[in-house]
């Protein structure tokens, strides 16, 4: 991977100055190289990462398991495109081993999943069978931690 691409995800709020320091090149060419990226498409968006115990909204997250029937002259890709485009959907991946696709979903509770299943995931044409599996807490997420050790608290001594 381009080193440029490696010191913006490993911190996307990294400064054209910083970066270019890193780099050993001009501010003019970090911030040429990231415009060329951004058009070509290799950087499709930037984000922050939040801890989801902190920000307390409560929304439920599922990870779920599809399986699904190839399209003829589309194969999987224009059903995956199809169950991407459903706003519960934060992310789709065509997968290897027991099942077609990984759907990761998000609604503000779990009749709020539930219903989308139900109603729009499980319905869609092509759709054969889900599993799901909800999220309980998150540990690290895209290489970061997110849970910092407690530093040790010392017992008082007592004779």
Avoid: W
Avoid at 131 to 156: C, D, M, S, V, W
């Amino acid at each position: 991977m381009d080193r440029l691409l490696e010191l913006l995800k490993t911190n996307g709020r990294t400064s054209a100055a910083d970066l270019a320091r890193v780099l050993s090149v001009s501010e003019e060419e970090v911030a040429s190289r990231l415009e060329a990226f951004e058009a070509d498409g290799t950087i499709v968006g930037y984000q922050a990462l939040f801890d989801p115990e902190k920000t307390g909204n409560g929304a439920v997250e599922a990870v779920i398991e599809v399986r699904i029937t190839p399209e003829r002259g589309g194969g999987f890709d224009r059903l995956a495109a199809r169950i991407s485009k459903f706003e519960e959907v934060q992310s789709c991946y065509l997968m290897s081993g027991g099942y077609d696709l990984l759907v990761i979903v998000q609604g503000k509770n779990l009749q709020a999943i539930g219903r989308f299943i139900a109603e729009k995931l499980s319905t869609t044409k092509g759709v054969l069978s889900t599993a799901t599996h909800f999220r309980l807490k998150a540990y690290k997420e895209n290489g970061i931690y997110l849970h910092r050790e407690a530093k040790p608290q010392r017992l008082a001594v007592s004779p």
